[in-house]
T-cell receptor, first 111, second 108 residues
Framework: DGGITQSPKYLFRKEGQNVTLSCEQNLNHDAMYWYRQDPGQGLRLIYYSQIVNDFQKGDIAEGYSVSREKKESFPLTVTSAQKNPTAFYLC??????????FGQGTRLTVV | QKEVEQNSGPLSVPEGAIASLNCTYS??????FFWYRQYSGKSPELIMF????GDKEDGRFTAQLNKASQYVSLLIRDSQPSDSATYLC????????FGAGTTVTVRA
């Protein structure tokens, strides 16, 4: 089955630690996106990539980093510079002319 | 000005009524518009997409687009308790931007 997979579902981060969220898709989509969602809020764009080896900052990129070495994969690293990382993180992929499909999300908590 | 703005809600409607959701966008060059539904703790799922001016109907849902006014709306007819969710408007220009969402509660 084609789809988009995020892992892990739950992640706990200690203060000062970097963590990486995985996002893999087998839909052959060119574009991939990372969003952050806080309770009661909409989706805020962190980074997006429209093609392999290229990515752009979104609205809230500070404290985050990404890579796009393969078409199927778009991992997000939450660095220690992100002071308030507790949130629900959503990855999406999209064909150029159609809707975006979302993964199941990763819920990150600082402990 | 935010790129995508939605009526803030929350919106409470009785079962069987029409729920009306509104969205405005700032980039006049935007071409594709989507409505997603998100249940609490879950990822968004697509309800409707619309590319052309006018109305598009799919079952109990109708999307309306007016590019001149930079306005897109979603009507939910015969609202059911299962429609209780947050509805997100999304706009594609050179990226995919979402509004803050409108939470709808359908009262039985």
């Amino acid at each position: 089955d084609g789809g988009i997979t995020q892992s892990p579902k739950y992640l706990f981060r200690k203060e000062g630690q970097n963590v990486t969220l995985s996002c893999e898709q087998n839909l052959n989509h060119d574009a991939m996106y990372w969003y952050r969602q806080d309770p009661g809020q909409g989706l805020r764009l962190i980074y997006y990539s429209q093609i392999v080896n290229d990515f752009q900052k979104g609205d809230i990129a500070e404290g985050y980093s990404v890579s796009r070495e393969k078409k199927e994969s778009f991992p997000l690293t939450v660095t220690s510079a992100q002071k308030n990382p507790t949130a629900f993180y959503l990855c999406a992929s999209r064909d150029r002319t159609y809707e975006a499909f979302f993964g199941q999300g990763t819920r990150l908590t600082v402990v | 000005q935010k790129e995508v703005e939605q009526n803030s809600g929350p919106l409470s409607v009785p079962e069987g009524a029409i729920a009306s959701l509104n969205c405005t966008y700032s980039d006049r060059g935007s071409q594709s518009f989507f409505w997603y539904r998100q249940y609490s703790g879950k990822s968004p799922e697509l309800i409707m997409f619309i590319y052309s001016n006018g109305d598009k109907e799919d079952g109990r849902f109708t999307a309306q687009l007016n590019k001149a006014s930079q306005y897109v709306s979603l009507l939910i007819r015969d609202s059911q308790p299962s429609d209780s969710a947050t509805y997100l408007c999304a706009v594609v220009d050179y990226k995919l931007s979402f509004g803050a969402g409108t939470t709808v509660t359908v009262r039985a």
